[in-house]
């Protein structure tokens, strides 16, 4: 991974990227904080499952990565701002553990940690900013072989903007009180006529190019063949799926994965995960709002996503087919960066496309490309660790950066998964 970023950055000269790179550390690291702004201390504190984390752990987790990766790493006379946040915010580097001889903290008690108070930890951002800063512009202590592994941070740190929101909102929507994060309505939407976009497939090239930043896990590129296939215009809607619930589709095993259907009645799910039982209002980051027919069905796992598609007579798309279609298209959509105000995915948005709003499901099972290699250092956990019953979603959400997404990118999570922004575009074949 280290290496993928070296490759991206070689050609700009050292006191440039130093200054730009500068610039998108004040830049991102202030939308972190910002994103906690309305938050309560106790708001910040507080972990609603074992598979979020509490929104102060996300600051400090982020500023522990570059405290020791790069400043540490790189920096001999550095100075720890606490030595003992080494093991409190330590997310799954076991490699970097095991060197410190400190074992990381059980994720499912992340929410436990009382101490560091939320005042403290936003002075730990400050002190590892100001040291960033100060050795990027001031005597340039950094070598260039840091600059790499700071811009890796930058993408690392967006990630937790995103989580940071997706597990606020899970949290919110556990309280009775079914606050909201942010003050708004949710304007009405528009559905657009769904289309079938057809493909002729054949051997296409998949997998990040070289140009610019990338993660390991979207490389080598390499030849893959596709058969001809088409994928729809837009997301699947909630009335749309609201169709599918109506029709039974919580109540008949024929069109789930066994592992689905078997989850689906541990858990009795019935609908979406932030759906009223009534059907008619979700729980969203400005609290309960009414139920949108036109806007793209969200927190949907890879079960249901793969049940919608086989009861509506379609599929998911593969991970190629995906980046195949989207490959000439822009960036542009329904971000958090271009779009702040709208923090629930829509289908009207002006530049909709395949990217932002909700990320889509893929029939694609993540594992590493052929010839794929982690980085050999404690950074090579970054991705490659988790190859194993996870599945591939791809284009972003409205919580994502638009920055921080490209044609490559590849998130992934477990089948079960249902608080983040996940939702359902179809294929089938031609």
């Given at each position: 991974?280290?290496?993928?970023?070296?490759d991206?950055?070689?050609?700009t000269?050292?006191?440039?990227?130093?200054?730009?790179?500068a610039?998108?550390?004040?830049?991102?690291?202030?939308?972190s904080?910002?994103a906690?702004?309305?938050?309560?201390?106790?708001?910040a504190?507080a972990?609603?499952?074992?598979?979020?984390?509490p929104?102060?752990?996300?600051?400090?987790?982020?500023?522990w990565f570059f405290?020791?990766?790069?400043?540490?790493?790189?920096?001999?006379?550095?100075?720890?701002?606490d030595?003992?946040?080494?093991?409190?915010?330590?997310?799954?580097y076991?490699?970097?553990?095991?060197?410190i001889a400190?074992?990381i903290?059980?994720r499912?008690q992340?929410?436990?940690?009382?101490?560091?108070?939320l005042h403290e930890?936003i002075?730990y951002?400050?002190?590892?900013?100001?040291?960033l800063?100060d050795?990027?512009?001031?005597?340039?202590?950094?070598?260039?072989a840091s600059?790499?592994?700071?811009?890796?941070g930058l993408?690392?740190?967006q990630q937790?903007?995103?989580l940071?929101?997706?597990?606020i909102?899970?949290?919110?929507?556990?309280?009775?009180?079914?606050?909201?994060?942010a003050?708004?309505?949710?304007?009405?939407?528009?559905?657009?006529?769904?289309q079938?976009?057809?493909?002729?497939?054949?051997?296409?090239?998949?997998?990040?190019?070289?140009?610019?930043?990338?993660?390991?896990?979207?490389?080598?590129?390499?030849r893959?063949?596709?058969?001809?296939?088409?994928?729809?215009?837009?997301w699947?809607?909630?009335?749309?799926?609201?169709?599918?619930?109506d029709?039974?589709?919580?109540?008949?095993?024929?069109?789930?994965?066994?592992?689905?259907?078997?989850?689906v009645?541990a858990?009795?799910?019935?609908?979406?995960l932030?759906?009223?039982?009534?059907?008619?209002?979700?729980f969203?980051?400005?609290?309960?709002?009414?139920?949108?027919?036109?806007?793209?069905?969200?927190?949907?796992?890879?079960?249901?996503?793969?049940?919608?598609?086989?009861?509506a007579?379609?599929?998911?798309?593969?991970?190629a087919?995906?980046?195949?279609?989207?490959?000439a298209?822009?960036?542009?959509?329904?971000?958090?960066?271009?779009?702040?105000?709208?923090?629930?995915p829509?289908?009207d948005?002006p530049?909709?496309s395949?990217?932002?709003?909700?990320?889509?499901w893929?029939?694609?099972?993540?594992?590493?490309?052929?010839?794929?290699r982690a980085?050999?250092?404690?950074l090579?956990?970054?991705?490659?660790?988790?190859?194993?019953?996870?599945?591939v979603?791809?284009?972003g959400?409205?919580?994502?950066?638009?920055?921080?997404?490209?044609?490559?990118y590849?998130?992934?999570?477990?089948a079960d998964?249902?608080?983040?922004?996940?939702?359902?575009?179809?294929?089938?074949?031609?």
């Amino acid at each position: 991974m280290r290496q993928q970023a070296e490759d991206a950055i070689v050609e700009t000269p050292s006191c440039t990227l130093r200054h730009m790179l500068a610039d998108a550390l004040v830049r991102i690291r202030a939308q972190s904080r910002h994103a906690v702004e309305s938050l309560s201390s106790e708001d910040a504190s507080a972990q609603s499952m074992c598979d979020t984390s509490p929104a102060k752990w996300h600051l400090a987790h982020s500023s522990w990565f570059f405290e020791t990766f790069v400043l540490q790493a790189y920096l001999p006379q550095y100075k720890p701002f606490d030595v003992r946040f080494d093991a409190l915010f330590n997310s799954y580097y076991q490699r970097h553990a095991r060197c410190i001889a400190q074992p990381i903290l059980p994720r499912s008690q992340r929410g436990l940690l009382t101490r560091p108070g939320l005042h403290e930890v936003i002075a730990y951002r400050r002190h590892v900013d100001q040291a960033l800063i100060d050795a990027l512009l001031g005597d340039h202590a950094l070598p260039d072989a840091s600059l790499a592994v700071i811009e890796l941070g930058l993408h690392h740190e967006q990630q937790h903007q995103e989580l940071m929101l997706t597990d606020i909102k899970h949290l919110f929507s556990l309280n009775p009180l079914l606050p909201a994060y942010a003050a708004a309505s949710l304007r009405s939407t528009s559905l657009p006529l769904l289309q079938w976009r057809p493909f002729v497939g054949g051997l296409v090239e998949v997998g990040h190019d070289g140009r610019g930043f990338a993660f390991d896990n979207e490389s080598p590129r390499h030849r893959q063949w596709l058969a001809p296939f088409a994928l729809a215009s837009r997301w699947v809607s909630n009335a749309e799926y609201r169709a599918f619930i109506d029709d039974g589709g919580y109540r008949d095993p024929q069109w789930w994965l066994a592992a689905g259907w078997a989850t689906v009645e541990a858990s009795r799910w019935k609908r979406p995960l932030y759906w009223s039982t009534d059907l008619t209002c979700e729980f969203t980051l400005y609290g309960l709002q009414p139920l949108d027919p036109a806007r793209p069905v969200s927190h949907i796992s890879y079960y249901e996503a793969d049940a919608y598609a086989r009861w509506a007579g379609a599929r998911l798309p593969t991970e190629a087919e995906w980046e195949h279609a989207a490959a000439a298209l822009p960036v542009e959509g329904q971000f958090i960066d271009t779009a702040p105000s709208e923090l629930h995915p829509c289908m009207d948005h002006p530049a909709a496309s395949m990217y932002g709003s909700v990320w889509t499901w893929t029939a694609s099972p993540y594992v590493g490309y052929a010839g794929y290699r982690a980085d050999p250092g404690a950074l090579g956990e970054y991705n490659g660790k988790f190859m194993s019953d996870q599945w591939v979603l791809r284009g972003g959400s409205c919580l994502s950066s638009s920055t921080h997404l490209r044609c490559s990118y590849r998130n992934f999570f477990a089948a079960d998964a249902r608080w983040q922004v996940s939702g359902i575009r179809l294929a089938q074949g031609l």
